[in-house]
């Protein structure tokens, strides 16, 4: 009886590992593994994954294995486990708690946080008030954060065309356009870029081309936007 369970076991987490690994190599390892245990050491090591003190992992080196979405929620579906749920919000307006219509992904995810060393990077800003009259950005001392060149091409490299056009347009010195954002999220909650006005840039565009301007040098740097 107790080599069935042992079968039935074995026969569970070696499935579960090629499903999510269909190269065989996670559930090779297992294979091994479980052949070089006699029943004493696989109860133990059942007893540590009871107890959380180990846990049964999948092994996938970078461009070696590529694990996909599709194969994690097969193994889901194999094991019986639901991994949308509806979830229960508050809204802090109304008062009321509310359970949402649709099904949304619910696990459990690593957060990991650059270490910053500078005193003035790990401080709140109390505003956004102060900004530079030559660019339009937010500065000292109500600057909470900025955006390099190579973030954003991380992140433009990775579809993410609006988050890009937010934080170095509208957020990054389009004044006009960020006063309509800014409203928008203190009268309804939420902001939606495509409600922002589309001929307005930022500050620092406007200052280069009156420079340029100044210099006798045309350009088209705004295209006779504001």
């Known amino acids: 009886m107790a080599d069935d369970r042992r079968r039935n076991v074995e026969k569970k987490i070696i499935e579960t590992a090629r499903i999510i690994d269909p190269s065989g190599t996670n ?10 245990m006699d029943d004493k050491t696989f109860h133990s090591f059942m007893e540590d994954i009871r107890d959380k003190k180990r846990t049964l992992d999948i092994v996938a080196p970078n461009m070696i294995i590529n694990l996909r979405n599709d194969d994690l929620f097969a193994a889901a579906d194999y094991l019986g486990l639901e991994l949308f749920e509806r979830i229960w919000l508050y809204d802090p307006i109304s008062d009321r708690r509310y359970l949402t219509p649709q099904k949304y992904l619910v696990i459990t995810a690593p957060v990991r946080r650059l270490k910053q060393h500078l005193e003035d990077k790990m401080s709140v800003p109390e505003s956004d008030r102060r900004i530079s009259v030559t660019t339009g950005q937010v500065i000292q001392p109500d600057k909470g954060s900025s955006i390099s060149i190579v973030e954003a091409q991380t992140l433009d490299s990775k579809g993410l065309h609006k988050a ?10 389009n004044i006009p356009g960020y006063a309509i954002l800014r409203s928008r999220l203190e009268e309804e909650g939420m902001a ?8 307005t840039v930022v500050r620092s565009a ?11 040098l045309d350009n088209n740097l705004t295209g006779g936007r504001i």
């Open 206 to 216: 406007v200052v280069a081309e009156t420079y340029l301007k100044a210099m006798h």
């Open 27 to 36: 559930a090779k390892r297992y294979m091994e593994l479980f052949s070089g």
């Open 192 to 199: 939606d870029l495509g409600q922002i006005d589309a001929t």
């Open 164 to 173: 890009v056009s937010e934080l170095i347009n509208i957020r990054g010195g």
